[in-house]
Structure formats: C-alpha cells, structure tokens
C-alpha cells in the first residue's frame, strides 16, 4: 500500500465548474497534511494546510480532512485556466513530508 | 518575499563523477531538506537537516550522498559517483520549524550522462 495516494488522474473540468482532487494516507500518525500545485518544470508551491478534522477555506480552495478515515480532499470552486497543473498531496509525521504521485488537472476554457 | 535560492540550475555530468549541489535556504529557517523528483514521477523524500546534523534519510540516501553545512548560509547535497538513475530534478526546501510548510528552492536539473 502507498503511504499517500491520490485519484489517478488526469482530470479535465470546464473552466468555471468545481474540481475535486482526494487522497488517502497509511500513517495514522500522520499529523499535518499539504496540498501543492506543481506547474510542469517547476517545483511544488503551497496551496493549503490543514492540520485538523474539517474543512478550510482560503479563497477559492477548500481542504477537507478527515482523520478517522485517513482521507484529505481539496475543492477548486471557479476552476479558471490558471489551475491547470500537477496537485500533490503531503502528508508529514515528525520532519518527513511524503508526497503522492500527484493529480493532473486540466481546465478548459 | 524570502526565497530558497539553488545553484546549479542544470548540470550535466559524466557517470561516475562527483556532483555537489547548492542550496541557500531562507535565512531564519532552522530545518533543511533534500528531495528528488525524477522526470515523470513523484516528489521524493531524501533528507532531512537540523541543528548541523541529519534527523532523518531515506532509503536512497545511501552512502553515495552526502549532505553539509559548511557555513552559515550554505546547505549542500554531494552525490560522491554519479549514476544514470540519479538524473532528476533535486529540490532543496527549509521550514523555521519542522512542523511547518515546506518552501522549495527552483531545483538544480542533473542529467548524468
């Protein structure tokens, strides 16, 4: 089982619509959570943290965690061009940040 | 805004040489890291750096890598003999506390030839 796993993608939605990316977890341990967006040739940048059971909205993002089924979601309402890239989920236990595979996202105008 | 600024952007070596990769993290963060990212694939754990010692390494660290602190400001990776697979994008990143997010360096491209 892979410790952070993510919906196989790519996922393609109209610009406008609601994007939905998901990740599970292994570690039970696991105590903070990170999604960032990776444009091609480019390293990671931070789109949101979460660290508690809920939900977190900044903007146009909303994280979802929920640690009991070790799972963290993260909505893109208003999808716009812009947001096409490559999310990562990360999951950190003590100082290690470990990344999945990444989704892809297309939005199309 | 502070950044975490890398040197090289791209090296390209022959196999078998010596590669050290450059890293200035910002500079209040306490907690430095290594991770790899070859082509295509996923973000990669390899290091992680505090108080001018390893905390923790993954299991590609092996003792082909090492990592150092030679100054204040300065955290490199050295890659003792380069190999065909380890052609990836190497991202340095630091946080002021290890609980903290992560900001990334641009990466060094290393393409071993």
């Known amino acids: 089982q892979k410790e952070v796993e993510q919906n196989s993608g790519p996922l393609s939605v109209p610009e406008g619509a609601i994007a939905s990316l998901n990740c599970t977890y292994s570690d039970r341990v696991s105590q903070s959570f990170f999604w960032y967006r990776q444009y091609s040739g480019k390293s990671p940048e931070l789109i949101m943290s979460i660290y508690s059971n809920g939900d977190k909205e900044d903007g146009r993002f909303t994280a979802q965690l929920n640690k009991a089924s070790q799972y963290v979601s993260l909505l893109i309402r208003d999808s716009q061009p812009s947001d096409s890239a490559t999310y990562l989920c990360?999951?950190?236990?003590?100082?290690?940040?470990?990344f999945g595979d990444g989704t892809t996202l297309t939005v199309k105008p | 805004e502070p950044e975490v600024t890398q040197t090289p952007s791209h090296q390209v070596t022959q196999m078998g040489q010596e590669v050290i990769l450059r890293c200035v993290p910002i500079?209040?963060?306490?907690?430095f890291y290594w991770y790899r990212q070859i082509l295509g694939q996923k973000v990669e754990f390899l290091v992680s750096?505090?108080?001018?010692?390893?905390?923790?390494k993954s299991e590609i660290f092996d003792d082909q890598f090492s990592v150092e602190r030679p100054d204040g400001s300065n955290f490199t990776l050295k890659i003792r003999s380069t190999k065909l697979e380890d052609s990836a994008m190497y991202f340095c990143?630091?946080?002021?506390?290890?609980?903290?997010?992560?900001?990334f360096g641009a990466g060094s491209r290393l393409t071993v030839l």
């Open positions: 990143a630091s946080n002021p506390s290890g609980a903290n997010v992560l900001t």
């Open positions: 500079s209040n963060h306490l907690y």
């Open positions: 750096f505090y108080n001018n010692e390893i905390s923790e």
């Open positions: 990360a999951v950190k236990r003590a100082g290690k940040s470990t």
